[in-house]
């Protein structure tokens, strides 16, 4: 499954929030955006599912034009985390992630087994039965992931997904997005997360691609002194693959 944003534009009001980005999640690989805050990153994914009107330029999901598939089909497509989620009634766990399935293409199982192998591939079987306003902010976050997994879609767009989650979630988590083989679409704030989970990242500053490439390419330590005020790069890990290292002078 690939997905590609083609030239997109988005004006709200007199703001152009976003000015011709393009930007593509190949197939199978975990490309993550990045950016300060107020750039456009939440709101290039929004536009994904029409949650923001387009200005101009075109949502590409598997060669087909997003704006002239329902939203059924979109959901068939792609399995979406918000940044921030709210619920209005306090269902049991189970049934947040078994709601995942109204678009579900292939079933293969009941609803309710569906739903709990997505909760066992996140590591919380353990909430099953637990009410949705019970939970940490942690918890329901991975619980909306659950939710999008059971989807079973090939490609899972997830914006800020480790947002309140302790550090040792949030590597299990991006292990997880790492090795399932699905094409996943990241935002994210955290640098070193950036570097090391990403195999290409887009920087965005300001409603415009900066840069884009692997991570040391997406990275260099002259783009995040202008794009962050201040000094980093990426550096290897001592446990493998890639790192970033601020720079407190």
């Not at 393009?22 to 290039?44: D, F, H, M, Y």
């Not at 992630?97 to 739903?115: D, F, P, T």
């Not at 991975?142 to 989650?165: C, K, S």
């Amino acid at each position: 499954m690939r997905l590609c944003y083609e030239n997109i534009r988005v004006r709200m009001g007199k703001k152009e929030i976003l000015k011709g980005v393009s930007l593509t999640a190949r197939e199978g690989q975990v490309t993550g955006i990045i950016g300060p805050n107020g750039c456009g990153k939440s709101t290039l994914v929004r536009t994904t599912f029409g949650l923001v009107p387009l200005s101009g330029g075109t949502v590409w999901i598997d060669g087909k034009n997003a704006a002239g598939l329902s939203a059924r089909t979109v959901a068939s497509l792609a399995g979406y985390v918000r940044q921030e989620i709210s619920c209005a009634f306090d269902f049991s766990v189970l049934e947040v992630v078994s709601m995942a399935l109204y678009a579900r293409r292939e079933r293969g199982g009941s609803a309710e087994a569906i739903a709990a192998q997505a909760l066992e591939d996140l590591g919380i079987r353990y909430l099953e039965q637990r009410k949705l306003f019970s939970l940490s902010g942690g918890e329901r976050k991975l619980v909306y992931v659950a939710r999008a997994v059971a989807q079973g879609t090939d490609l899972l767009i997830l914006d800020e997904p480790t947002n309140h989650l302790d550090i040792c979630r949030q590597i299990f988590l991006l292990n997880y997005l790492k090795t399932c083989g699905k094409t996943v679409l990241i935002v994210l704030h955290d640098l070193r997360l950036a570097a090391h989970y990403c195999d290409q990242l887009y920087l965005l500053s300001e409603g415009s691609v900066v840069s884009s490439g692997t991570p040391q390419e997406a990275m260099s330590p002259r783009l995040i002194r202008e794009v962050f005020g201040t000094g980093g790069r990426v550096v290897p890990a001592e446990a493998g693959g890639l790192d970033f290292g601020l720079d407190f002078s």
